[in-house]
Protein backbone atom coordinates (compact mmCIF):
# COMPACT_ATOMS: atom_id res chain seq x y z
CA UNK A 1 0.00 0.00 0.00
CA UNK A 2 2.64 2.25 0.78
CA UNK A 3 4.62 1.37 -2.58
CA UNK A 4 1.27 2.49 -4.39
CA UNK A 5 0.44 5.88 -2.53
CA UNK A 6 4.19 6.76 -3.49
CA UNK A 7 3.20 5.67 -7.25
CA UNK A 8 0.59 8.04 -6.61
CA UNK A 9 2.70 10.91 -5.62
CA UNK A 10 5.18 10.56 -7.87
CA UNK A 11 2.91 10.59 -10.35
CA UNK A 12 1.39 13.77 -9.91
CA UNK A 13 5.11 15.21 -8.86
CA UNK A 14 6.24 13.91 -12.45
CA UNK A 15 3.45 15.75 -14.06
CA UNK A 16 2.52 12.67 -15.84
CA UNK A 17 -1.27 12.92 -16.12
CA UNK A 18 -1.90 9.81 -18.40
CA UNK A 19 -0.27 7.20 -15.11
CA UNK A 20 -2.64 9.16 -12.11
CA UNK A 21 -4.92 8.12 -14.30
CA UNK A 22 -4.22 4.48 -14.87
CA UNK A 23 -3.28 4.61 -10.98
CA UNK A 24 -6.50 6.27 -9.93
CA UNK A 25 -8.37 3.85 -12.36
CA UNK A 26 -6.53 0.98 -10.63
CA UNK A 27 -7.16 1.98 -6.80
CA UNK A 28 -11.24 1.88 -8.27
CA UNK A 29 -10.80 -2.12 -9.50
CA UNK A 30 -8.31 -2.93 -5.97
CA UNK A 31 -11.40 -1.75 -3.93
CA UNK A 32 -8.38 0.39 -2.39
CA UNK A 33 -9.97 3.11 0.21
CA UNK A 34 -10.21 6.09 -2.44
CA UNK A 35 -9.93 8.77 0.69
CA UNK A 36 -6.73 7.09 1.05
CA UNK A 37 -5.29 7.30 -2.18
CA UNK A 38 -6.31 11.71 -2.40
CA UNK A 39 -5.15 12.58 0.78
CA UNK A 40 -2.18 10.02 1.82
CA UNK A 41 -1.61 9.90 -2.25
CA UNK A 42 -1.80 12.02 -4.88
CA UNK A 43 -2.73 15.15 -2.47
CA UNK A 44 0.80 14.55 -1.10
CA UNK A 45 2.25 15.04 -4.64
CA UNK A 46 0.68 18.19 -5.52
CA UNK A 47 1.90 19.87 -2.14
CA UNK A 48 5.55 18.43 -2.14
CA UNK A 49 4.69 19.95 -6.27
CA UNK A 50 3.89 23.36 -4.53
CA UNK A 51 6.68 23.28 -2.32
CA UNK A 52 9.40 22.69 -4.71
CA UNK A 53 7.98 25.65 -6.75
CA UNK A 54 7.89 28.10 -3.40
CA UNK A 55 11.71 26.96 -3.68
CA UNK A 56 12.37 27.73 -6.97
CA UNK A 57 12.96 24.12 -7.94
CA UNK A 58 9.78 23.71 -10.30
CA UNK A 59 8.86 26.15 -12.75
CA UNK A 60 5.06 27.63 -13.74
CA UNK A 61 4.75 24.79 -16.49
CA UNK A 62 6.14 21.96 -14.43
CA UNK A 63 3.50 23.05 -11.57
CA UNK A 64 0.81 23.23 -14.15
CA UNK A 65 1.00 19.93 -15.43
CA UNK A 66 1.57 18.64 -12.01
CA UNK A 67 -2.04 20.48 -11.12
CA UNK A 68 -3.58 18.83 -14.55
CA UNK A 69 -2.24 15.32 -13.29
CA UNK A 70 -4.11 15.46 -9.75
CA UNK A 71 -7.08 17.22 -11.53
CA UNK A 72 -7.48 14.21 -13.77
CA UNK A 73 -6.91 11.87 -10.75
CA UNK A 74 -9.54 13.91 -8.99
CA UNK A 75 -11.91 13.94 -11.57
CA UNK A 76 -11.68 9.60 -12.16
CA UNK A 77 -11.82 8.95 -8.17
CA UNK A 78 -14.73 11.54 -7.83
CA UNK A 79 -17.58 9.21 -8.78
CA UNK A 80 -16.24 6.00 -6.21
CA UNK A 81 -15.87 8.72 -3.40
CA UNK A 82 -19.62 9.73 -4.02
CA UNK A 83 -20.43 6.37 -3.49
CA UNK A 84 -18.49 5.16 -0.51
CA UNK A 85 -20.31 8.51 0.87
CA UNK A 86 -16.67 10.40 1.89
CA UNK A 87 -16.00 14.30 1.38
CA UNK A 88 -12.78 14.14 3.80
CA UNK A 89 -12.26 16.65 6.04
CA UNK A 90 -13.21 20.02 4.62
CA UNK A 91 -11.89 23.07 5.37
CA UNK A 92 -14.55 24.54 3.48
CA UNK A 93 -16.32 25.96 0.58
CA UNK A 94 -15.22 28.04 -2.34
CA UNK A 95 -16.31 28.79 -5.00
CA UNK A 96 -13.65 29.85 -7.39
CA UNK A 97 -14.02 31.84 -11.45
CA UNK A 98 -12.61 33.95 -13.68
CA UNK A 99 -13.99 37.33 -13.92
CA UNK A 100 -16.70 38.20 -16.96
CA UNK A 101 -14.24 39.29 -20.15
CA UNK A 102 -11.63 36.84 -19.24
CA UNK A 103 -10.79 33.74 -20.55
CA UNK A 104 -7.51 32.53 -18.74
CA UNK A 105 -7.90 29.44 -16.57
CA UNK A 106 -4.56 27.96 -15.96
CA UNK A 107 -3.94 30.04 -12.89
CA UNK A 108 -7.36 29.40 -11.42
CA UNK A 109 -6.80 26.14 -12.03
CA UNK A 110 -3.79 25.81 -10.00
CA UNK A 111 -5.22 27.73 -7.19
CA UNK A 112 -8.21 25.41 -7.51
CA UNK A 113 -6.37 22.26 -7.22
CA UNK A 114 -3.60 23.39 -4.43
CA UNK A 115 -6.83 24.44 -2.15
CA UNK A 116 -8.22 21.11 -2.98
CA UNK A 117 -5.29 19.33 -1.89
CA UNK A 118 -5.41 21.22 1.16
CA UNK A 119 -8.98 20.16 2.43
CA UNK A 120 -11.12 22.44 0.81
CA UNK A 121 -14.18 21.91 -1.34
CA UNK A 122 -14.42 23.65 -4.61
CA UNK A 123 -17.16 25.13 -6.94
CA UNK A 124 -14.73 25.88 -10.03
CA UNK A 125 -16.90 28.35 -12.28
CA UNK A 126 -14.67 28.31 -14.81
CA UNK A 127 -13.33 31.33 -17.19
CA UNK A 128 -15.36 34.38 -18.15
CA UNK A 129 -17.90 33.73 -15.62
CA UNK A 130 -20.46 36.74 -14.94
CA UNK A 131 -21.02 39.19 -12.62
CA UNK A 132 -24.17 37.89 -11.78
CA UNK A 133 -23.65 34.39 -11.61
CA UNK A 134 -20.93 34.96 -8.81
CA UNK A 135 -23.46 36.24 -7.12
CA UNK A 136 -26.17 33.77 -7.53
CA UNK A 137 -23.41 31.00 -6.41
CA UNK A 138 -22.87 32.86 -3.21
CA UNK A 139 -26.21 32.84 -2.59
CA UNK A 140 -26.91 29.14 -3.91
CA UNK A 141 -23.52 27.31 -2.49
CA UNK A 142 -23.28 29.67 1.15
CA UNK A 143 -19.32 29.23 0.82
CA UNK A 144 -16.91 30.30 2.95
CA UNK A 145 -14.97 31.71 0.34
CA UNK A 146 -15.28 33.29 -2.98
CA UNK A 147 -12.13 33.50 -4.98
CA UNK A 148 -11.54 35.55 -7.94
CA UNK A 149 -8.94 35.81 -10.89
CA UNK A 150 -8.43 38.53 -13.53
CA UNK A 151 -5.58 38.52 -15.39
CA UNK A 152 -6.21 41.85 -17.61
CA UNK A 153 -6.47 45.39 -16.60
CA UNK A 154 -9.83 45.76 -18.46
CA UNK A 155 -11.40 43.35 -16.57
CA UNK A 156 -10.35 43.41 -12.88
CA UNK A 157 -13.06 46.04 -12.95
CA UNK A 158 -14.31 43.08 -12.49
CA UNK A 159 -13.74 42.15 -8.91
CA UNK A 160 -15.30 45.27 -7.62
CA UNK A 161 -18.23 45.25 -9.38
CA UNK A 162 -18.82 41.83 -8.08
CA UNK A 163 -18.25 42.74 -4.10
CA UNK A 164 -20.24 45.88 -4.55
CA UNK A 165 -23.06 43.84 -5.88
CA UNK A 166 -22.66 41.43 -3.24
CA UNK A 167 -22.74 44.28 -0.73
CA UNK A 168 -26.23 45.39 -2.79
CA UNK A 169 -27.94 41.94 -2.18
CA UNK A 170 -27.06 42.25 1.78
CA UNK A 171 -24.61 39.22 1.54
CA UNK A 172 -21.06 40.32 1.39
CA UNK A 173 -20.55 39.57 4.97
CA UNK A 174 -21.75 36.43 4.59
CA UNK A 175 -18.52 35.60 2.47
CA UNK A 176 -14.95 35.92 2.98
CA UNK A 177 -13.27 37.36 -0.95
CA UNK A 178 -9.85 36.53 -1.96
CA UNK A 179 -8.52 38.11 -5.39
CA UNK A 180 -5.42 37.25 -7.20
CA UNK A 181 -4.30 37.75 -10.96
CA UNK A 182 -1.46 39.28 -12.73
CA UNK A 183 -2.86 43.54 -12.49
CA UNK A 184 -3.88 42.50 -8.57
CA UNK A 185 -2.21 43.69 -5.71
CA UNK A 186 -2.72 44.02 -1.75
CA UNK A 187 -3.48 47.47 -2.02
CA UNK A 188 -6.20 46.73 -5.22
CA UNK A 189 -7.59 44.05 -2.81
CA UNK A 190 -7.91 46.80 -0.05
CA UNK A 191 -9.37 49.46 -2.31
CA UNK A 192 -12.63 47.33 -2.99
CA UNK A 193 -13.15 45.79 0.09
CA UNK A 194 -11.85 42.24 -0.63
CA UNK A 195 -10.38 40.02 2.32
CA UNK A 196 -7.35 39.32 0.92
CA UNK A 197 -5.05 38.72 -2.14
CA UNK A 198 -2.63 36.06 -3.71
CA UNK A 199 -0.20 36.03 -6.08
CA UNK A 200 0.13 32.60 -6.85
CA UNK A 201 -1.51 29.53 -5.97
CA UNK A 202 0.63 28.56 -3.24
CA UNK A 203 0.15 31.80 -1.37
CA UNK A 204 -3.42 31.08 -2.10
CA UNK A 205 -3.67 28.33 0.33
CA UNK A 206 -1.90 30.44 3.48
CA UNK A 207 -4.14 33.29 2.60
CA UNK A 208 -7.60 31.22 2.63
CA UNK A 209 -6.41 29.19 5.84
CA UNK A 210 -5.63 32.38 7.08
CA UNK A 211 -9.16 34.21 6.73
CA UNK A 212 -11.13 31.55 7.15
CA UNK A 213 -9.39 30.71 10.45
Same mark, same amino acid.
Given at each position: MREFLAECKNAVLDGDRERA???AVRAIDDGIEVLDVIEQGFAVGIREAGDRWEKGEYFLPELAFSA???????ETLRPALIESGGKGRSKGTVVIGT??????DIGKMLVATMLAANGYEIVDLGADVAHD??????????PDLLC????? @?? @?????KTIIDMLSEAG???SVKVLIGGA?? @?ETWASD????????????AVHKADEILS
Open positions: VGLESMKAAMVQGDIHRFVSEVKNQQMSALL @TT @TMMGQIRNPA @TIGADGYADNAVA
